[in-house]
């Protein structure tokens, strides 16, 4: 069974670009999670998604963030402009239930 | 104060050793409660929920402490896999928004 799905791996960009990650959840499950990670602060959510609809952006750090869920099965956050700050691993989940399950994250390097 | 704290550790642990450690939580009508491993820049995976009762594993124990509000994980007989970063986990939201501790990291050695 294919997990949770996610793209880029990898992302290098430079300040003020525009940067989009992509979630593909696991198909039946109807919530989805973005979280950001980082040494400092941990695991942090941003915002979550039930049956396509947000539900709690309260973790979104800034307008430059938003995030979109166009069907049950795709997902996007964007960062515009990116900052250095914003460097960090970007996280999505999915669940069906009360179980979590996270993709392989998407490592963020803004310079 | 954090609403999920944990020892960030590590401990380090002899390989056939046992560790226990604790996560403590502030909101009184947490509802669900869950251990999750992290391996060195990889996703967090679900280790285990927690019972009310105490749950096991394998080599495992999960309590809970409601009147406490802590929760623990023991591991016995640790393996050098064991190594990792254990994240305690609480819901208490009306539906199935998560709040992950900082972590606590292990190291076990041979």
């Known amino acids: 069974d294919a997990g949770v799905i996610q793209s880029p791996r990898h992302e290098v960009t430079e300040m003020g670009q525009e940067v989009t990650l992509r979630c593909k959840p696991i198909?039946?499950?109807?919530?989805l999670f973005w979280y950001r990670q980082t040494m400092m602060r941990g695991l942090e959510l941003l915002i979550y998604f039930n049956n396509n609809v947000p539900i709690d952006d309260s973790g979104m750090p800034e307008d430059r963030f938003s995030a979109k869920m166009p069907n049950a099965s795709f997902s996007t956050l964007k960062i515009q402009p990116s900052e250095p700050r914003d460097s960090a691993v970007y996280f999505c989940a999915s669940s069906a239930s009360w179980f979590q399950f996270f993709g392989p994250g998407t490592r963020l390097t803004v310079l | 104060r954090k609403e999920v704290e944990q020892d960030p550790g590590p401990f380090n642990v002899p390989e056939g050793a046992t560790v226990a450690f604790n996560c403590t939580y502030s909101?009184?009508?947490?509802?669900?409660f869950f251990w999750y491993r992290q391996d060195c820049r990889k996703e967090p995976k679900l280790l285990m929920s927690v019972y009310s009762s105490g749950n096991e594993d394998g080599r495992f124990t999960a309590q809970l402490n409601r009147a406490s509000q802590y929760i623990s994980l023991l591991i016995r007989d640790s393996k050098l896999s064991d190594s990792a970063t254990y994240l305690c986990?609480?819901?208490?939201?009306?539906?199935?928004?998560?709040?992950f501790g900082g972590g606590t990291r292990v190291l076990v050695k041979p």
């Open positions: 986990v609480v819901n208490w939201a009306a539906g199935n928004k998560l709040t």
């Open positions: 909101n009184s009508a947490s509802q669900s």
């Open positions: 198909s039946g499950h109807n919530s």
